[in-house]
């Protein structure tokens, strides 16, 4: 971030953004590379091409999945952008950034929270894990059926903290 304040002084600089926060990301991953080795001692090999297929056949219902998930996430601001003018997709961003930090950030809190214990749950009692999950399915729904009526009627001074007072019509 300092490098980006230092090299970046006017908008004819907004492509050396990327390429800043791009080296900055390498030079992270190449300090805990080098800590990995150093520090623990672990060892780097060239996989065979042979293991490369195997984990590329092994992993592939994992790839299609996360990445079917992502294009579903992430197409919907990009068609809006598409077929609507800047404004109305900036609106339509707004709006559903303020829906997933509503509804999506309880319900992950609470499975990444969780997720350890119902692991360990699992393998001792499956069917009392089910019952878990039914009863963190209730509670989640129950949340929602809260917060989805407060987030419809606070929508508006929620957007003007969020988007600011210059855009009354958010």
Same mark, same amino acid.
């Given at each position: 971030?300092p490098?980006?304040?230092?090299?970046v002084?006017?908008?004819?600089n907004?492509?050396?953004?990327?390429v +800043?926060?791009?080296?900055?990301?390498a030079?992270? #991953?190449a300090v805990a590379?080098?800590?990995?080795?150093l520090?623990? #001692?672990?060892?780097?090999? =060239?996989?065979?091409?042979?293991q +490369?297929?195997? *984990?590329?056949?092994d992993g592939w219902?994992?790839?299609v999945?996360q990445?079917a &998930?992502s294009?579903f996430?992430?197409?919907?601001t990009?068609?809006?952008?598409?077929?609507?003018t800047? *404004?109305? &997709?900036?609106?339509?961003? %707004?709006?559903?950034?303020? &829906?997933?930090l %509503?509804?999506?950030f309880?319900k992950?809190?609470?499975?990444?929270?969780a997720?350890?214990? =119902?692991?360990m749950l699992?393998?001792?009692d499956p069917e009392?894990? *089910?019952?878990? +999950?039914?009863r963190?399915q209730?509670i989640?729904?129950?949340?929602?059926?809260?917060?989805?009526?407060?987030?419809?009627?606070?929508a508006?001074p929620?957007?003007?903290l969020v988007? #600011?007072?210059?855009?009354?019509?958010?």
């Open positions: 971030v490098f980006i304040f230092l090299f002084r006017t908008e004819e907004f492509l050396r953004v990327p +800043i926060n791009a080296l900055g990301s030079a992270v #991953g590379l080098a800590i990995a080795y520090r623990f #001692g672990l060892h780097f090999y =060239l996989p065979s091409w042979k +490369i297929k195997l *984990q590329l056949k219902h994992v790839f999945s990445l &998930t294009g996430n992430d197409t919907r990009f068609a809006m952008g598409l077929f609507t800047n *404004q109305a &997709t900036g609106y339509f961003a %707004v709006a559903e950034r303020m &829906t997933t %509503v509804l999506l309880p992950a809190l609470l499975l990444q929270a997720y350890p214990r =119902l692991s699992h393998s001792r009392g894990v *089910q019952k878990l +999950i039914k963190f209730k989640t729904t129950g949340s929602y059926l809260v917060t989805v009526p407060l987030l419809f009627l606070f508006s929620v957007a003007k988007c #600011g007072s210059p855009y009354p019509e958010v």
